[in-house]
């Protein structure tokens, strides 16, 4: 909800920074702090501390580091998203390998970005995906594809198309939409719908194709040879 809405000062995103280095969880806070519409709620050093700063705090978005003692990110991740009240979890490293990448991804997080990404680039990561949008580096975006193509196994493509199967027309339609990288808005201008349509599509793809987010029903749609 805007200001305009609300007549008021629309609520803060609440972010939770995961990193086991004090001066990357110090740069990042600096980064959070110049953004008025962002509140860093608090800091972790592992996944063990992430999943119970979490469970108290309530994040809306966590910046997650991946190589961290105790407990990686990834299981971090998979967990801070199969719980209740999931946040959007944004994944940071300093590598871009396509292992890391595709596991992050299947893990739940809705981005992937490099360390060396820019403040600006950071913070509109932190927004889009609290609005429901995934946030790849090109470079990521491109690494996450390849992988999906190269790691295709005949029966996960198999599972993919069985449940593509029971979508509607519509629906199938924004999933492939989405697989191409589409935001909503872009999605309502090309298929003539409103923004909030879309919306609910999503939802119900979501539901349907058991996805933890729009990155994973890009995944979805990938693996069943859709694009």
């Not at 990042?28 to 996944?47: C, H, Y």
């Not at 946040?87 to 490293?93: E, H, I, Q, S, Y």
């Amino acid at each position: 909800m805007t200001d305009g809405e609300n007549g008021g000062t629309a609520e803060r995103v609440r972010v939770l920074v995961v990193d086991d280095d004090p001066l990357v969880r110090s740069a990042l806070r600096l980064v959070l702090g110049a953004d008025p519409r962002v509140e860093l709620v608090g800091e972790a050093a592992d996944g063990v501390e992430a999943r119970a700063a979490a469970a108290s705090l309530h994040p809306d978005v966590v910046l997650m580091d991946v190589r961290m003692p105790r407990e990686d990110g990834i299981t971090a991740t998979a967990h801070l998203v199969a719980g209740p009240r999931p946040p959007a979890v944004v994944v940071l490293t300093t590598f871009d390998a396509d292992e890391t990448v595709l596991a992050a991804v299947r893990a739940g997080a809705s981005g992937f970005l490099l360390k060396d990404t820019p403040p600006e680039q950071i913070l509109a990561a932190v927004h889009r995906v609290h609005a429901g949008e995934p946030m790849l580096s090109p470079s990521v975006t491109r690494t996450v594809m390849a992988a999906v193509a190269a790691a295709g196994g005949s029966a996960r493509g198999d599972a993919a198309r069985a449940r593509l199967e029971g979508l509607g027309e519509r629906e199938r339609q924004v999933a492939v939409a989405i697989g191409r990288g589409l935001t909503n808005a872009e999605i309502a201008g090309e298929l003539y719908l409103s923004v909030a349509t879309v919306k609910s599509y999503v939802t119900a793809l979501l539901a349907k194709l058991d996805a933890a987010n729009r990155v994973q029903i890009a995944i979805r749609v990938h693996d069943a040879g859709l694009l």
